[in-house]
């Protein structure tokens, strides 16, 4: 693995619902993330927001799901877009229905 980066939990703030990891990167004590855990209804949430704008856990989310144990990626860590449920949710129109040229880009 030429270019893995290792990363590290050197923080760990718990309460009764929730669990805040503070991860580092090695060699890069300047560079931080926070991922909250909440084991009960089992959701995890990174500071690098990444899983909010592209719709994929981050790393420093499956370091976090590593150190909890967990043996497969929670429901709240997979979009729906990328299920094959996918087509359920998306909006049809009939053909026959529309009444704007721009319907048909929606």
Request: net charge positive; proline share 5%.
């Amino acid at each position: 693995m030429k270019n893995a980066e290792l990363f590290f939990v050197v923080g760990l703030v718990s309460d009764h619902s929730m669990r805040a990891y503070t991860l580092f990167k090695f060699r890069h004590p300047n560079l931080n993330w926070e991922v909250h855990f909440c084991p009960d209804i089992v959701t995890l949430k990174c500071s690098c927001m990444m899983f909010e704008s592209i719709g994929i856990p981050c790393c420093h989310m499956v370091v976090v799901m590593k150190v909890e144990h967990l043996e497969k990626i929670p429901q709240s860590c997979i979009m729906k877009r990328w299920t094959k449920l996918a087509k359920v949710y998306t909006r049809s129109v009939p053909v026959n229905e529309t009444n704007n040229d721009m319907d048909r880009f929606v």
